[in-house]
């Protein structure tokens, strides 16, 4: 069978998919670089927001398409749409001929078997994670499922369920996988990497315990925690991050807002001041930590007072990066049934103001890193219209795709997935300059 692969949403439904694929693949399946090329074609569909739901309605769409135009036999939806709404799509896309949630992925290679599409069981590989295409020297290792946070705006407990954490042993088996295939840098990503190990009983594991078994286990150079709640940052943690250099000094935490009152409306855990306390420790113990966040701005019943508020609070914290969405109310969430009573031009305009102040904020931040000498993690080849760049890739405080890049003059022969010496020369917003170091 020559399987197609369209994956789509966040960095956590990228590893959804991998493991996925490496179930079928251990049955015989065969990756295809294009779809039309296939005999069936999986479809990994996201149900986050509204611009999201679309797109992944579309690409089933255009997947079932090719059963008309190309040799596609059969096309599979799987995912966090599918989760939701699986009995309305059914009934709207008669072109998918599978739809799977997560309960029920076991039943995906069976289902393939009885159409005649796949042998059920081969004892290939079953179960080794893929690679998907892309860069493979960036790899992110998802060590839970679901979340217990109950958050007013966020559907993924309705599309994830419960939290429930991986098994050690299994996380450090694939973390191995990742590194044979090429990883350089491993993103740890989970709903909240802080709840790690909560299921597993009293004397279980937690997330300092995994990351020492990641360390001590593989020689994958950086480790970078992304979406950690600020109640997840344990002295134990901290110190951790501290004293290993290969846990890079770089941290994801999603505060959401910093006014009190909208805290507590949107049903999150923190309050300024504990967010305000968390951000000290780290960068008291944590040296040259960058600090990223997320902010809602436009949530329901969010005043002028609340927006000058979150704008001072970014102004005093100075987050290294901040980024600002405007609120959209999400079926089956309990800030669906406020009343959406910050007008869309309200939002914008609260959202861009925030914007252009983390703009500026991050820019002088930043340049506290000019200068240094450092290593980039090289991710490319510079193009042509780079002139005078031979290479682009990211220092230790840039996550992949959210952070901007690294402009490196005189790289030489290395190629990406290498890591090359620089001195930082400039700063350009997001973005850096460094000239490579002999």
């Known amino acids: 069978m020559k399987l197609g692969i369209i994956s789509l949403g966040c960095d956590k439904a990228t590893v959804d998919s991998e493991r996925l ?127 217990d946070h109950t958050c007013a705006f966020c559907a993924i407990p309705l599309m994830r369920g419960k939290h429930r954490s991986e098994p050690l042993q299994r996380l450090v088996r694939e973390a191995q996988l990742l590194e044979q295939q090429g990883a350089k840098e491993i993103c740890l990503v989970a709903q909240d990497l802080g709840h790690y190990g909560r299921d597993l009983g009293r004397d279980g594991p937690k997330l300092p315990e995994l990351l020492e078994a990641l360390l001590t286990n593989t020689n994958v150079p950086w480790f970078r925690l992304l979406y950690v709640y600020s109640a997840g940052l344990t002295d134990r943690l901290v110190e951790l991050m501290a004293h290993e250099s290969r846990i890079v000094p770089y941290i994801d935490i999603p505060i959401q807002h910093a006014s009190d009152s909208q805290l507590e409306r949107m049903r999150r855990p923190e309050r300024q001041g504990t967010i305000r306390e968390k951000v000290s420790m780290l960068r008291e113990a944590v040296a040259d930590i960058a600090i990223r966040t997320t902010t809602i701005v436009g949530f329901p019943g969010e005043t002028d007072e609340d927006f000058r508020e979150l704008c001072d609070f970014a102004a005093e914290i100075e987050f290294e990066r901040l980024g600002v969405f405007g609120y959209s109310p999400q079926e089956g969430t309990r800030a669906a049934d406020l009343p959406d009573d910050v007008p869309d031009d309200v939002k914008r305009a609260r959202q861009e103001e925030l914007i252009e102040l983390a703009r500026s904020i991050s820019e002088e931040r930043l340049g506290r890193y000019v200068g240094r000498e450092t290593e980039v993690l090289v991710d490319r080849l510079a193009d042509p219209d780079e002139a005078g760049f031979t290479h682009v890739g990211r220092v230790k405080w840039q996550a992949d795709d959210v952070d901007g890049v690294t402009y490196v003059r005189q790289g030489g022969r290395i190629g990406p997935g290498n890591f090359v010496r620089v001195r930082t020369t400039e700063i350009r917003d997001y973005d850096f300059t460094a000239e490579a170091i002999e």
Not at 86 to 112: N, S
């Open 21 to 147: 694929v490496g179930d079928l693949v251990g049955h015989g399946a065969k990756v295809v670089n294009e779809v039309e090329d296939a005999d069936v074609v999986l479809v990994n569909t996201c149900g986050f927001i509204d611009a999201a739901k679309q797109e992944s309605i579309e690409a089933m769409i255009q997947a079932g398409s090719l059963k008309q135009s190309a040799n596609v036999k059969a096309v599979v939806a799987v995912g966090c749409l599918i989760e939701r709404y699986r009995a309305a799509l059914q009934e709207e896309i008669p072109e998918v001929d599978l739809f799977f949630g997560f309960g029920d992925l076991h039943k995906l290679v069976p289902a393939l078997a009885e159409k005649g599409l796949i042998e059920d069981p081969v004892t290939d590989h079953p179960g080794v994670r893929q690679h998907l295409g892309g860069d493979a020297h960036i790899r992110y290792l998802k060590i839970s499922e679901g979340c």
